[in-house]
């Protein structure tokens, strides 16, 4: 599991912004999704193309917030990273100018559907309820790129709790626009995941003033716990 540091700069400004350490302990589970964020077996497995292998470890803790928001009436949306050739908005910036040419081969091999990376880690607590999406940016709610926000306002969605990996790409670019969106967002620092550290704390730091709550998962479980409603 990563070493959480928030710097005390970072935590006192959060808390000048927002009024208090968290902005959104009152929310309607009802009205919640927990997104997981692309934890498919390209980054689960030990030796996967993009295998970050904290991922694993957070996986009770993604599951923990799973079963309690789905007993108290919420969402759970998993998000499938992938590559699709035949995309009407193929990403040429990044695939093709972004990457080696062997590195943008194995990526768009590795995630194409179908395939077994691109599948989500049997591990998870999924069930038929729960939302399937795939996504081909970053962020699960660039335009054109993934039905997820269609989901999400088909059922009156208002908040967001973000887990999975990596927590400074797919991730942070997810809570980025959720708040954008006008989405109460929550991210969970001992629930995403990626490489190092260092850009797990970045991320959190960064997102911690303005973007969303940082909470870890026993918070996040209190405060479903807390305004769960019959």
Not at 6 to 17: D, G, H, L
Not at 28 to 46: N, S
Not at 51 to 68: H, K
Not at 131 to 142: E, G, I, L, Q, W
Request: glycine share 6%; aromatic share 8%.
């Amino acid at each position: 599991m990563h070493a959480i540091h928030i710097i005390p700069e970072v935590q006192e400004r959060t808390i000048a912004n927002r009024g208090g350490q968290w902005a959104f302990e009152a929310i309607d589970p009802k009205k919640t999704c927990h997104i997981v964020i692309d934890l498919q077996y390209g980054f689960m497995e030990e030796g996967a193309v993009l295998e970050v292998p904290v991922a694993r470890e957070i996986v009770p803790n993604v599951n923990a917030i799973t079963r309690a928001l789905r007993a108290a009436g919420g969402l759970v949306a998993y998000t499938r990273w992938t590559y699709r050739a035949d995309e009407p908005h193929a990403w040429s910036s990044w695939y093709q100018l972004g990457l080696s040419s062997r590195t943008s081969t194995s990526f768009r091999e590795a995630f194409a559907p179908g395939t077994h990376d691109h599948a989500l880690w049997p591990e998870l607590d999924m069930q038929p309820q729960d939302v399937v999406v795939d996504k081909t940016r970053f962020s699960a709610f660039t335009p054109g790129t993934c039905d997820l926000k269609a989901e999400l306002d088909a059922r009156g969605i208002d908040t967001v709790i973000i887990t999975g990996t990596l927590t400074n790409s797919c991730c942070e670019s997810t809570a980025r626009d959720a708040c954008q969106l006008n989405y109460t967002t929550i991210f969970v620092a001992d629930a995403t995941a990626t490489v190092t550290d260092t850009e797990h704390n970045g991320t959190l730091n960064s997102l911690s003033p303005v973007y969303a709550d940082i909470m870890t998962t026993q918070k996040v479980l209190h405060v479903i716990a807390a305004n769960r409603r019959a």
